[in-house]
């Protein structure tokens, strides 16, 4: 299957990788674009910059929304040669830097069962660093286009980064939203979590084009919805640790899934004790 993207708002792209779900966004100013995640591996992301270079001539600056490995394993394919600039949080260019043997082999663990394939690919890709890091918030100029970054605190990871293109009404967030399946909580802060996704809800207008992690674009009542969903998963693990109720029994109330709410109340009780 050919990747492709299709515009969904004036000089905004997103293209959806199959294999995975994952969102890739393309933001086209005047003499400049913005490719925000670059997807797995090596050969995806050279499809994915073929499906760029069908969009638009002109040179590209990276943004990675997070350092999870179909966010930013595409990093040398889409800005090693030439040389281009990647943006990420801190952490996530911490991440990359100083750990990636960490990251392969936590990548390869994650898909080995269900895609072997993908997950020996994983273990072999070369990353690449981004070059400039984003602490609070930074502002682009993508071809006299605005586009701001900004962390909004913990949530998914500790190095979420979401991206806003103000003038036409697109909001990247990474996997702090997902439509294709629930919340991913292996690395998140749940308790936390809901006050990162009200700082995103904040840059949104009614009409706002909310791109997630994985799946189908979103509006912001979507998202107000997951908000809601977050706040109580929030409420529970914090009532539960409060009882001293088992995170299984948090777990069984919550929303999202048994499995999901398992991890995220186990993630939440160690916050709440200190070790989180």
């Not at 004036?10 to 890739?24: A, I, K, Q, S, Y």
């Not at 800005?79 to 943006?87: E, K, L, M, N």
């Not at 996704?197 to 799946?215: D, F, K, M, N, Y």
């Given at each position: 299957?050919?990747?492709?993207?299709?515009?969904?708002?004036?000089?905004?792209?997103?293209?959806?990788?199959?294999?995975?779900?994952?969102?890739?966004?393309?933001?086209?100013?005047?003499?400049?674009?913005?490719?925000?995640?670059?997807?797995?591996?090596?050969?995806?992301?050279?499809?994915?910059?073929?499906?760029?270079?069908?969009?638009?001539?002109?040179?590209?600056?990276?943004?990675?929304?997070?350092?999870?490995?179909?966010?930013?394993?595409?990093?040398?394919?889409?800005?090693?040669?030439?040389?281009?600039?990647?943006?990420?949080?801190?952490?996530?260019?911490?991440?990359?830097?100083?750990?990636?043997?960490?990251?392969?082999?936590?990548?390869?663990?994650?898909?080995?069962?269900?895609?072997?394939?993908?997950?020996?690919?994983?273990?072999?890709?070369?990353?690449?660093?981004?070059?400039?890091?984003?602490?609070?918030?930074?502002?682009?100029?993508?071809?006299?286009?605005?586009?701001?970054?900004?962390?909004?605190?913990?949530?998914?990871?500790?190095?979420?980064?979401?991206?806003?293109?103000?003038?036409?009404?697109?909001?990247?967030?990474?996997?702090?939203?997902?439509?294709?399946?629930?919340?991913?909580?292996?690395?998140?802060?749940?308790?936390?979590?809901?006050?990162?996704?009200?700082?995103?809800?904040?840059?949104?207008?009614?009409?706002?084009?909310?791109?997630?992690?994985?799946?189908?674009?979103?509006?912001?009542?979507?998202?107000?919805?997951?908000?809601?969903?977050?706040?109580?998963?929030?409420?529970?693990?914090?009532?539960?640790?409060?009882?001293?109720?088992?995170?299984?029994?948090?777990?069984?109330?919550?929303?999202?899934?048994?499995?999901?709410?398992?991890?995220?109340?186990?993630?939440?009780?160690?916050?709440?004790?200190?070790?989180g």
């Amino acid at each position: 299957m050919t990747l492709r993207f299709v515009e969904v708002a004036d000089g905004v792209h997103v293209l959806r990788e199959p294999l995975l779900d994952v969102n890739v966004t393309l933001v086209v100013g005047d003499g400049g674009a913005l490719v925000v995640d670059t997807l797995s591996t090596a050969g995806q992301a050279a499809e994915l910059a073929a499906a760029a270079r069908a969009v638009t001539p002109h040179p590209w600056t990276v943004v990675n929304t997070h350092h999870h490995f179909d966010h930013c394993f595409g990093n040398v394919t889409l800005a090693a040669d030439p040389a281009r600039p990647v943006y990420a949080h801190e952490v996530a260019a911490a991440a990359l830097r100083e750990r990636p043997d960490e990251l392969r082999r936590a990548a390869y663990e994650e898909m080995r069962g269900e895609r072997p394939g993908l997950a020996a690919e994983l273990a072999g890709t070369a990353l690449l660093p981004p070059t400039h890091v984003v602490r609070r918030e930074t502002v682009l100029d993508v071809g006299g286009r605005r586009v701001l970054l900004r962390h909004p605190g913990h949530g998914h990871t500790d190095a979420d980064l979401m991206v806003h293109v103000p003038d036409a009404d697109v909001l990247v967030a990474g996997d702090l939203v997902e439509q294709g399946g629930p919340p991913a909580f292996e690395e998140s802060y749940p308790l936390q979590w809901p006050d990162a996704v009200a700082e995103l809800l904040r840059l949104t207008t009614p009409g706002t084009v909310v791109v997630p992690g994985h799946g189908e674009l979103v509006d912001p009542e979507f998202v107000r919805a997951q908000h809601g969903e977050l706040v109580e998963l929030a409420r529970l693990i914090r009532a539960g640790h409060a009882g001293g109720a088992p995170p299984e029994r948090v777990a069984a109330e919550a929303p999202f899934g048994a499995r999901a709410a398992l991890l995220a109340a186990r993630r939440g009780y160690a916050e709440l004790d200190g070790a989180g």
